[in-house]
Every structure is written in structure tokens, then in C-alpha cells.
């Protein structure tokens, strides 16, 4: 047979249109198909029956109670606990997005060391029981007496149970130091706890009738105490009468909302303390139960009368005018003034601290709700076979042989810098506990992992704030994960490991089991129930089984208030020396670092939260300089123009901001998270803006002065 | 094409900016009740997707003293000559008469865009890429609503799978018409300062209508004549007359890139 073109032609045709006709192309676009539903990018949605689970958020030190919706033991969504009486129904964004933190991309799968030899540490995995054996040899020689070196615990949410637990611990040892950060909110009730005659125990801030808020730095409309009750005295303000007035130098959050903006120039609150403190002298404005309340009151008087008030609003910039309104406005009803810390940049100098915690005491005595109240103290607070508390700052430099620095974080920076120069110097250690690779637990020698929030029992914090105690328990949502236990269990093989006796309750379980029953056996207040949306008194419960079956179920228990008030009278150490401030050299600029309380890096915060921070400017990024537009044009910068920052200790690219609002002269910089992905688990972020800030011996970074130009 | 029915809910909002302190916690709440990614590294102010997104305004007297205010803005759900319905190629934009709602139905979309340039209010958004959660956390989304791939437009949908619940639940019950209780979009549920009033513009007795129609709340742009089903209320008549002037006027800080 001939075959010829045609032959071919049709051949091929009609091979094609046989095909067609066949299953065979169906066959691969069905194939297809199936292959495109299914690649591995297509997320697998959980399964299962819908429950609702209590809980609470341990993020920072607020402590938002939330509900989870649960679908097949697995949390997919969390909200505020509606009607809530300490939370009141809210939860931030960091807290919205919380039950992602068990999956963040920063999380630590196992023991690291860190060498921080380079600008971004290098990250090398190590075995655990070398460490611990490690660990427990500085153990056993520190245990052995004076020069073996001091063995610390850093605390940013000292109160826990767990924190009891920490200073028990440490009381074990000849030469021990429980630290805390000196800015954890409480910088006003510290420093008028500091000032009393006789210990009034523990204190806090009674927002009840109060008419103004005056804070000084405090995030007061942005995440400072208990959120949600601020929220709703800013909601109320109007039908409450009540009015915010912020003294900051930055166009923050709270200083927009606030109804009167003080912008001073960086550095100058003490000076518009004092000067508030003038005019209330000088008009009489202090009550004669304020001034019973305060010892050497003619000599404190005398002091305050030097205050010259041209030289405050010079120096201040703030007229003496608008000083002498906030004076008279404070004085005329209740009102409460509050020190604050911003949450990367730092808190106040104690002195002044001092002052502005001073003004709370010309306008009142202590004890009256609408101020500073006493908190009656937890029902199991020891006092003896305990280490006192210590500011970080005030630990001798480069005496420390092992510092440990728990994973609670406060929403606040510590600077790594300070915590770095208490240890010894060859031969100094820390050790992290962190379940992500955050900037601190990257500045540590070692990082042992621990369990992200929800996926171990952990109890709820409470704001330093707060008027009454509070207690809850943070109850799991994740199922636990292998090798990362809680810090109690890294303490009890620590002790193990250095033979030291173990501490008393082994698992957190019981740890904080012993909590509530002293709480309960102390009869006092009353437990919310969420389920019910009801209140019970535990002077009413039958058993602490009933009290501890009420905490698992999402239970709240909030102390009853100190109804006696307080009989304490106050000295103010009157400050000898003047403070001398450096001022910005010709050409040069003030450097402000400043950040948002608990969110001040990527491994803070879930991945989600580009949403307010890379997809919509709603919060700015890490290493956004906002400055002025007059300032900016001065150093030849535009808006989204790249920067480059340089102070004595080094540089940093910045990305500019102009923000009109914000004062000639001056740059803030962002210390936030950064785009999602720019981190990553073998190059943790480290502070890099502040390792240009020097942390005075204080332990304040708030003013660098530095230069700017085109990067 | 006018979306009211005899028979069929409005649902609309009223936003309190007075209220609004700019915390994000509306954003936050809306992007993990409705499987909204996390950006892409590459991802900016322009590219990134949020259903919720709220605007910084300020009125500024060029001395840094002025007023700031804090603007919520999503899908406004226009009622009227829905603007990305009426250019829409691929039937992908649904408004449901018997709620009002305009819907997105992304398997329908192809892309185009041409809705996000209709929407005076960019309040829609484009998946440049595929969505992609980390390592495990995909465990965790909402089951409720169907992730979105690259390539297709997505947008505010007032929370429709929490509306399907709420249907679900009355039908359980043996009722036909839904609790206004039982359904409230993510957003609304997570405002610590209760500053957006959720319900149904269309029934006089709900707070959301008292608080439309007392002739304090206004609409942005509404000069358009779109109808948005999206109220505000402020005391500051700055940000009142910012409500009819070209959207740029109402800028967002940008950190740009």
C-alpha cells in the first residue's frame, strides 16, 4: 500500500479527532483540576465540634481574659469575655491574634546558644543536659559563698505565683538578686511607696470620680494597665466629666486623644511637675489633709518655692499659662497623676518620678478612691524566706555570674544593653526562657525553649496598676509540644541539676493550686463567672475545690477594696543637685526610640499583624524616623526617604515619616516588628536602634542626641 | 438598581468616630475571623489586603497643634448603582436582596480589577499572591470561610459566615427570622470602645437605624449617590466636611515604600 501526503493528513486528523472524542483529554483537565484544589498552598481547615473555652491572654502584663471558639480542640478565633468586670470585654489586636503565637515562624524548637559576636547574633542548637549540667556546676559553686558570684532572676511579671516561686529559690543562696524592670507601670505607686514612713503595702490607681488624668509619658489611651477599662473611661468620658491630659514630647496615641496635649521638649517633665507643683502652693491649692499627710511639709514647701516658672516654660516650652491651667483644672476635683514609661523608650529618671508621683500627694492623701489606694495584698504573699524585689538598675555592674530571664514579658523593653553590663565579664551568663527568638532572649548566651501562650496552664497577670488584686488562670487551648515545658519545670531541673533543695510545688498545677486556696481560705471578694455572666462571693463557696472548679471554668477572682484609708504620712527626698540636660549640638537632633507595649519586635507579635503594621501604616514599622517636616527639609529628607542615624555608638538606616505634629528638632524612631519574613530563626533581630542609645547608669535611654542626614 | 425589599433586611453600620482611638483591633479581628493572610514580604500599603482598614485624618493648622481623627473604613456596601456590580464582567458581585449585602464570589472572578478601580472607596483588594500562613498555622483558620487564592478580588462581606451561623441557629430553633444578638460581625465584637453599632437599617426599631436616620450620622462621598449602608458620627466638623471631598483628602500616615 502507497501512502502518501493526503494518506498522512488524513491520519493525523482523524487521530485528533479520535482522541477528542475518547476519555483522554477529560481525563487530564479532570486530573488537572483535582491537582489544582489540592496544592500544598491550600490551606486544610479544621474539623470538629464548635466549643467555647475561657481563657487569658499573657502577652504583656495586662492580662485580658478572652473566649476562644474552639473547633475540634482547636482555637480559631478569641474575643474579649463580654462583661468582664476587670477586663470589661476587651482585647487588643497583639491579644486578637494570640492563639497564633504556638505556631510563630520565630519559634524555638529546641536549646540554643547564641554567639554574639556579630551585628545579628548566630544561633547554633545545643543539647539540653549539657546545658543543664552546665548550669547547675554554677549552681553549686554560688551556693558556696560570698565571691562565687550572684545568681539573679529577671522577672517582667513579678507577682505570679511563679514569681514567689523564683524567690524562694534564690533565698537559697548566699548571694542572690530577684530583679524587676524599673518601668512595669507601677513607676508612680513605687515611688510613693518609697516615700512613705511605714510600708503601706502594696498600692495602685483608683480610677473611681477621678475628673482628670494627668500622665506624664504613660500609654494611658494605648495599652498602659488594664486596656479595657480604660477604653471605657475614654468611651464615658463625656458622661463621666472626665478628661486626659498627656505631657510627651511625641505626637502618641494618647497624646492625639488626650484632651490637652502638653509637647514639651524631650527631657523636661520634671520641670513641668515642678512647675504644676508651684502653682498649687502658690494658690493654695493643696488641702489640708494632703498637707497632714506629707512630713516636712514647710521644708518641701520652701523647695518648691524656688522653682522659678519663666525658666520651667523656657526650658519646658510649655507657656506658663497653660502650667498654671493644668494646676487649677487637677485641683478643682478629683484627679490622679500617673508617671509612665514608654514602652521602647523607656522609662523616667527616679527623681523624676518622684516629682510627678509628689503631685498625687498635694492633691490628696493617699487611700481616698479616686487616686492612689492601697491594695490589699495577695492571701499567699511570703515575707519571709523571699528575696526582695530589686530594680534591675541598681544591680552592681558586672557582678552577676548567671542571670536568668523568665519568659513573661511586660510589653515593655528591657534594654539588653543594662542587662548585659551586670554580668560578670569572663565568665558572666545568661540564660533566656522564651518560646520565640525575641531581641532579649537573642542578647542571652543561652535560650532554652518553653511552651507559647495557651499550651500550658500558666496564671493570667495583672496590670501593676491596678486597684485590687486580681487572679485567674490562663487556661491551655494547644495541645502541649514536646521539649518545651513551662518555667517551673525548667526550675525544678535546674535545682535538680545544681543540688539545691527543689521548690515546694514541682508542676505549675499545684503551684498555682496553693494560690487559690490561700485566696480562698481568705474569704475575700468575689469570683466572676463568665458562662453565667455572674458573680459569687467566695465567702460564700463551700470548698477551695469549688473555687479552683470555678477558675478552670474561665473564673475571675477580684479582691474586695481597702475600705480603711491609709494613715501614712510621706517624705519627699528633696533632691540636692540640679539636673543638667544635654542639649543637641548645632545640626544635630534628639533621638527618641518609642514603640508600642507589646509589640516592639516580630517575635512579639503573630504574623497577622502586618495587617496594621506593612499592609496599612495603621502602626509603624520597625526603624520609621518620624520627624517634623520644617526638621526634615533643615537635613535635606523628604517623606519615605531613607535616613541614616548616627549617635556616638553607631548608625542605622531609618525610613522618614513627616509628621507635622511632631517637634522641631527631634526624631522618634520606631522599635516594632518588621516586615513578615525579614526575621528568621538563624538571624534573630536584635535591637538595633537601641544599641545606639546609651543606657545611663539609671537605667533610662530615653535622649540621644545624634545626627541625620540622606542614607 | 435600588437593593430594598419588602421583606428583606438592610444591614448597615454606624461608626462613632469619636469613639475610635485607632487601636486596630477591628482589623485584627476581621482578618482572623475571615482567613485574611499575613502580607507577603514584598507586600506594601498598596498591595497588602485588609478588609478592615482604618485611616489616620488630621487636621492640621501647620503649627503640629490641630485634631486627629481615626476613620474606619471597609466595604461600604453601597446600595445604590453598587458601583463594582454594575462593572463587574463575571457576575463575581452579588447584592443580596434579602439582606443587603454586597457578596464577592471569588470563584467566579478572574481578576480584572475593573471593580477595585469602580470602588470609590478602595475598599476592595487583590490577591497578588497566594495566600501562605505558617508552618501549621493554617490549623487554626476559619472554617466558615473559604481562603481565597492569588489572582482573584476579595472584600468586607459584613462577617457572612457568621450570618449563615446565626440563619442556622434559628432554623434549629424552628424560627425564620435570625436573632440580631446572634449575629455580629468580628469587628463590631472586638471594638473595646463599642464604637460600631451593627443591625439592620431596615427595621425602626433597632439602634442602628435610630442612629442613621437622626440626622447626625452622614456618609463619606455620598454625594455620589452609591447609598453606602455605612454611617459616621462625629462632633468634630472637620472630619464632617473631609466626608464629600475626593478620598486622597482623607490620607493614611504611610510609612511609604
Known sequence: ?711 | MEQTSQQGARYGMVIDLDRCTGCGACMMACAVENNVPPAAMKATERTGITWMRVYEARNDNGNGAGDTAYIPMMCQQCGHDTPCMSVCPQNAVDVDPATGIVGQIPQRCLGCRYCMTACPYHARYFNWWDPEWPDGMEAMLNPDVAPRMRGVVEKCNFCHGRLHEAKAKAALAGKTAIDPADYVPACVESCPTQAIVFGDLADPSSNVAALAGDGESFQFLAKLGTRPKVYYRTERSWVKASADGPARKMESVTAAK
Open chain 1, 1 to 711: 500500500m502507497d501512502l502518501n501526503r493526503r494518506d498522512l493528513l488524513k491520519l493525523a486528523g482523524g487521530s485528533a479527532l479520535g482522541v477528542i472524542l475518547s476519555p483522554l483529554p477529560w481525563k487530564l483537565l479532570d486530573d488537572s483540576a483535582i491537582w489544582t484544589q489540592n496544592w500544598s498552598i491550600t490551606p486544610k481547615l479544621a474539623h470538629g465540634p464548635v466549643t467555647l473555652r475561657y481563657s487569658a491572654c499573657t502577652l504583656c502584663s495586662a492580662g485580658c481574659a478572652l473566649q476562644a471558639r474552639c473547633v475540634g480542640n482547636v482555637p480559631v478565633a478569641v474575643a474579649g469575655v463580654p462583661a468582664h468586670p476587670v477586663t470589661r470585654g476587651a482585647l487588643c489586636p497583639l491579644g486578637l491574634s494570640s492563639h497564633h503565637m504556638s505556631r510563630h515562624p520565630l519559634r524555638l524548637a529546641g536549646p540554643v546558644r547564641i554567639d554574639g559576636t556579630s551585628d545579628r547574633g548566630r544561633v547554633e542548637p545545643v543539647e539540653m543536659d549539657p546545658t543543664f549540667a552546665a548550669l547547675g556546676e554554677i549552681l553549686r559553686s554560688a551556693g558556696k559563698g560570698i565571691g562565687a558570684g550572684t545568681i539573679a532572676v529577671l522577672d517582667r511579671q513579678p507577682g505570679r505565683a511563679l514569681s514567689m516561686a523564683y524567690r524562694q529559690f534564690l533565698a537559697g543562696f548566699p548571694e542572690a538578686a530577684y530583679l524587676v524592670p524599673s518601668h512595669l507601670e507601677d513607676e508612680t505607686t513605687s515611688a510613693l511607696r518609697a516615700m512613705a514612713t511605714a510600708d503601706p503595702g502594696p498600692m495602685g490607681v483608683d480610677f473611681t470620680d477621678v475628673k482628670t488624668v494627668l500622665s506624664f509619658g504613660a500609654p494611658v489611651l494605648d495599652g498602659w494597665g488594664t486596656p479595657g477599662a480604660m477604653m471605657e473611661l475614654f468611651k464615658e468620658r463625656r458622661r463621666l466629666g472626665l478628661r486626659f491630659i498627656q505631657v510627651e514630647t511625641r505626637p502618641s496615641r494618647t497624646a492625639i486623644a488626650s484632651d490637652r496635649w502638653l509637647r514639651i521638649v524631650p527631657g523636661t517633665e520634671r520641670e513641668v511637675a515642678w512647675g504644676i507643683a508651684r502653682v498649687l502652693i502658690d494658690e493654695k491649692l493643696v488641702p489640708p489633709s494632703a498637707i497632714r499627710s506629707i512630713t516636712d511639709y514647710p521644708l518641701l514647701v520652701k523647695k518648691i518655692q524656688e522653682v522659678d516658672i519663666s525658666r520651667v516654660t523656657t526650658e519646658s516650652g510649655i507657656p506658663s499659662a497653660e502650667i498654671a491651667a493644668v494646676a487649677r483644672e487637677i485641683s478643682r476635683a478629683p484627679a490622679v497623676v500617673i508617671a509612665g514609661s514608654d514602652p521602647a523608650g523607656g522609662s523616667l529618671d527616679p527623681e523624676t518620678r518622684n516629682v510627678i508621683a509628689l503631685l498625687n500627694l498635694l492633691l490628696a492623701p493617699s487611700g481616698s478612691t479616686g487616686g492612689i489606694v492601697r491594695r490589699g495584698p495577695m492571701p499567699d504573699a511570703l515575707k519571709e524566706n523571699v528575696r526582695p524585689a530589686m530594680s534591675l538598675d541598681t544591680v552592681p555592674d558586672h557582678s552577676l555570674r548567671l542571670m536568668i530571664v523568665d519568659s513573661a514579658e511586660s510589653g515593655y523593653v528591657v534594654s539588653p544593653e543594662m542587662m548585659r553590663r551586670k554580668m560578670r565579664r569572663n565568665d558572666g551568663q545568661i540564660v533566656a526562657l522564651s518560646s520565640t527568638l525575641t531581641p532579649l532572649a537573642a542578647a542571652a548566651d543561652f535560650i532554652i525553649p518553653v511552651a507559647a501562650p495557651f499550651e500550658k496552664l500558666d496564671e493570667t497577670p495583672h496590670a501593676p496598676s491596678a486597684a485590687r488584686e486580681s487572679f485567674s488562670l490562663s487556661l491551655p487551648l494547644h495541645p502541649e509540644r514536646p521539649g518545651a515545658g513551662d518555667p517551673l519545670s525548667f526550675l525544678v531541673r535546674l535545682t535538680a541539676a545544681g543540688d539545691r533543695p527543689l521548690p515546694e510545688a514541682t508542676t505549675m498545677e499545684s503551684l498555682l493550686r496553693r494560690r487559690a486556696d490561700a485566696i480562698q481560705a481568705s474569704r475575700r471578694g468575689r469570683v466572676y463567672l463568665p458562662s453565667s455572666r455572674s458573680t459569687v462571693a467566695v465567702a460564700d463557696l463551700a470548698s477551695a475545690e469549688e473555687f479552683w472548679g470555678h477558675l478552670q471554668a474561665g473564673g475571675c477572682w477580684m479582691d474586695d477594696p481597702v475600705k480603711s484609708p491609709s494613715r501614712v504620712t510621706f517624705r519627699f527626698p528633696v533632691p540636692q543637685e540640679e539636673q543638667t540636660r544635654a542639649a543637641a549640638a548645632d545640626g544635630g537632633i534628639i533621638l527618641m526610640p518609642f514603640g508600642w507595649k507589646g509589640a516592639t519586635a516580630s517575635a512579639h507579635v503573630s504574623p497577622i499583624m502586618s495587617k496594621l503594621f506593612q499592609e496599612s501604616a495603621v502602626r509603624d514599622l520597625d526603624g520609621i524616623a518620624v520627624i517634623a517636616p520644617a526638621t526634615a527639609a533643615a537635613h535635606g529628607l523628604e517623606d519615605g526617604m531613607i535616613a541614616r542615624i548616627a549617635t556616638a555608638r553607631g548608625k542605622k538606616d531609618v525610613r522618614v515619616r513627616c509628621d507635622a505634629a511632631a517637634r522641631d528638632g527631634v526624631v522618634h524612631v520606631c522599635v516594632g516588628p518588621r516586615p513578615n519574613g525579614e526575621d528568621t530563626p538563624s538571624s534573630p533581630a536584635t535591637d538595633e536602634l537601641l544599641s545606639l542609645c546609651e543606657t545611663a547608669n539609671d537605667g533610662t535611654w530615653r535622649i540621644t542626641m545624634a545626627t541625620i542626614e540622606k542614607g
